[in-house]
């Protein structure tokens, strides 16, 4: 089999998770939201349709929406790594430098969102996102762009990131008979996910994790 893009990178090649600190700005899906109960259901469609093997879900509780994404350990290149911070700096000290800079871009309160497309990648399965209306899209623009500028970087595609809940990651690959199927199951999720309804998002956060398990609102211990 051929293991997924993030194998190596966020997990191990036996599935478990490895070290990959960083930082972010989320909005959590939360019990008592309904696009909570819908990625419930998502993650039942996988695991009953034969072919859970092929990913590495995650935690129920890890579910959130990334507004803006921070700054990874892993990741210091200067498409990824703003100028005006050194690309030695500790994590701590990275953390310092992006929650500042989320604080002084001025974090709005939930969003209104709408569910949009299933994707099922080399990489992982998304469950994309829109906002519900102009008004919603306003908001979250006006805040990345202020988030960006504070931060002192306009990653790769700022301009038409595409909001989604992570249901989980790919451990293999699906190839030949499998991939039919795959491409079956994110057709049914699709279908599923159709005229769901709009829902808010937890307040964005400033997020901290050690792996792709855990997001933290406050800050975790960096080794």
């Not at 469950?127 to 102009?134: F, I, S, T």
């Amino acid at each position: 089999m051929t293991y997924g893009k993030e194998i190596g990178r966020k997990f191990h090649e036996d599935g478990s998770i490895r070290h990959y600190p960083g930082n972010t700005c989320v909005s959590d899906i939360v019990p008592g939201c309904s696009a909570y109960d819908v990625m419930l259901e998502l993650h039942q469609m996988v695991m009953d349709s034969g072919l859970a093997k092929y990913f590495i879900m995650l935690p129920a509780d890890s579910y959130h929406m990334t507004v803006i994404r921070g700054l990874n350990d892993q990741v210091r290149t200067d498409e990824f790594w703003p100028a005006n911070l050194d690309k030695n700096a500790t994590m701590d000290e990275v953390d310092d430098y992006v929650s500042a800079a989320i604080e002084r871009a001025g974090i709005p309160g939930p969003v209104r969102m709408k569910f949009a497309t299933v994707n099922i990648s080399a990489s992982c399965c998304t469950v994309g996102l829109v906002p519900a209306d102009e008004s919603q899209a306003q908001l979250l623009k006006e805040f990345r762009d202020r988030a960006a500028d504070e931060i002192g970087l306009r990653l790769p595609r700022h301009d038409n990131y595409r909001f989604h809940i992570s249901l989980g990651y790919m451990h293999y690959v699906a190839e030949g008979e499998d991939a039919v199927k795959m491409e079956a199951l994110k057709e049914k999720m699709n279908a599923h996910i159709a005229n769901q309804p709009e829902f808010y998002t937890t307040p964005p956060y400033m997020a901290f994790y050690d792996d792709m398990l855990c997001f933290s609102p406050t800050r975790v211990p960096r080794k």
